[in-house]
T-cell receptor
Framework: DSGVTQTPKHLITATGQRVTLRCSPRSGDLSVYWYQQSLDQGLQFLIQ???????AKGNILERFSAQQFPDLHSELNLSSLELGDSALYFC?????????????FGSGTQLSVL | AQSVAQPEDQVNVAEGNPLTVKCTYS??????LFWYVQYPNRGLQFLLK??????LVKGSYGFEAEFNKSQTSFHLKKPSALVSDSALYFC????????????FGTGTKLQVIP
């Protein structure tokens, strides 16, 4: 068990809808990362937060947004969903977001857009 | 820009034989290199990392990796493969300093044949 908790584990929704994915980092970790994993795109970095502030941004669509709350949990909001958004979404955490730190991954949220 | 390549989508090896999973990278400056493993329906788990120092890095579950600066490679190795090593393996790179994302390779599926 990595100590990173993601909910829900599975999410099935329709095109055009909006969903929220939740992540609780490992106890004591200040930095949270979001990744999208799909068969054709591999593991794509979306966004990173450190202690409530956005630190780095990757290939995140404008329809997607995220935030990290004072209690350090994070939410990824996906809106106007399209079929192509179906993927496995991972949250990871690390102590301070330093370059040499290993990441601890949650088990992911499997999103299916029908 | 930083990038990492895993040239093999799949590697098959007989149980008890040595295994190698290849990774090459491209960065400006000195890299931080990582290997992660993903078992079915699970998040990624950290195996090992190279930050500086000895080019041969030892990690979890008997895995090791060799950093080769001249060939810009960081191949994952194990002297004797187990069936339980069958999984998806990801190489990752990050450049020190600044707010750089961790870039993952596309993954290599390792199949250990009994």
């Amino acid at each position: 068990d990595s100590g990173v908790t993601q909910t829900p584990k599975h999410l099935i929704t329709a095109t055009g809808q909006r969903v929220t994915l939740r992540c609780s980092p490992r106890s004591g970790d200040l930095s949270v990362y979001w990744y999208q994993q799909s068969l054709d795109q591999g593991l794509q970095f979306l966004i990173q937060y450190y202690n409530g502030e956005e630190r780095a941004k990757g290939n995140i669509l404008e329809r997607f947004s995220a935030q990290q709350f004072p209690d350090l949990h994070s939410e990824l909001n996906l809106s106007s969903l399209e079929l192509g958004d179906s993927a496995l979404y991972f949250c990871a955490s690390s102590a301070t977001g330093g370059a040499n730190e290993k990441l601890f991954f949650g088990s992911g949220t499997q999103l299916s857009v029908l | 820009a930083q990038s990492v390549a895993q040239p093999e989508d799949q590697v098959n090896v007989a149980e008890g034989n040595p295994l190698t999973v290849k990774c090459t990278y491209s960065v400006s400056g000195n890299p931080y290199l990582f290997w992660y493993v993903q078992y079915p329906n699970r998040g990624l788990q950290f195996l090992l990392k190279y930050i500086t120092g000895d080019n041969l890095v030892k990690g979890s579950y008997g895995f090791e990796a060799e950093f080769n600066k001249s060939q810009t490679s960081f191949h994952l190795k194990k002297p004797s493969a187990l069936v339980s090593d069958s999984a998806l393996y990801f190489c990752a790179v990050k450049t020190p300093g600044g707010y750089q994302k961790v870039t993952f390779g596309t993954g290599t599926k390792l199949q250990v044949i009994p």
